[in-house]
């Protein structure tokens, strides 16, 4: 009889050991290239695909390590990272698409996902049409049998944590289909066990998880991701073996603080909820969640994030900001500090203003990353910044 499968909290621990070293941090491996055995090892190395010991663009035995401990806890075949979040977005999109083709993607999503496809892919001849994903069926009903090359979806997507229906995304035929799953982490939800292709992430945010890295990684089948890497090598968004390895450390205690940063975000979630100087309080634990029902099913910890819709519009939200003496200001997320960010000024400044309106960026929306605080001193700092907001 085999062994059972490992918890992802133990692969997050075992995954990604380079075998027969036995120190338990693995070695920066900082060379740009390696010496060849003569001409014939030097061959097969330059054409070999993700060759070791040939150049560190190519491949990298610390961001390697890192690239199978993620592969590890998705349950992919294979990972690819790259040196940021929208470096492995932008290789992805620019590996699988070419001129005349179409993407179907979600209309809420990261700014810097929307900008890249509205600029670079329009100017190339990539069209796009953009879908309201939480309606059922949006996604599927937008694929040109033939033409969609690629479905991109986020969830919980940015900044309101709309869900996406992962399984109806796994079952669109045709089209390679993708998730930025960068707001669940791999802890909090695994796209690639519903069928869908590649799921993404900027480990910047939670994996690396102490505000110390900038990296991306992409995963899904070997064969696709061999592909995709034949075009990162020249796209150059190169990680660097330094952040790999600081995200590798981060990956560790990433079962832990994921879920201490969950429990604290539901109970800020049900402590704010029903605040009067609140139009709205966000979060997929809550059962005034739009999406609720689906969460359960696909995100049954809530994840690390909470929107609050502030009625008083950016004049109480720069109140609100003002008077915070724990969580900071700052964008970004999944580290140990608790950060607030307005995103109609600055994660989603360059919308235009139909644009925030039709992805719900109003002027009072406050985006939180919960941290590792104590629970109570959130809650304090918040509800304290709540009645500064209330009064002009
Ligand atoms: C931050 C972020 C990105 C971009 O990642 P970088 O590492 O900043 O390039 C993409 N998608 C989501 C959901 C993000 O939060």
Redesign the pocket.
Known sequence: MSDPPLHPDTLAVVAGRVPGDAGLSPPIATASTWASNGLDDAHARAVGVRADGFYSRYANPTVRAFEQAIAALEGAEASLASA????A?ASTVFALCSSGDHVVAQRQL?A??LALLQGPCQRMGIDVTFVDAATPGAFTAAVQPGRTMLVLA?SPS?PRLELVDLDELGAIQGPFTLV?A??ATPIGQRPLGHGVDLVLH????GIAGHNDA???VVSGERELLDAIWGYAVLHGATPSPFDAHHALRGLRTLPVRYERQCATACTIAAALAGNEALAEVLHPSLPSHPQHELAARQLPSGGTMVALDLRGGRDAARRFLAALRVARVAT??GGPDTLVCHPATSTHASLTPAEQEATGVTEGLLRVSVGLEHPDDLVRDLHAALDAAGHS
Not at 84 to 87: D, H, L, V
């Open positions: 940021s979040g929208m470096g977005l990261y810097g996902t986020e940015n930025d960068t707001f900027s480990a910047t945010k900038t990296l991306g970004s997320l």
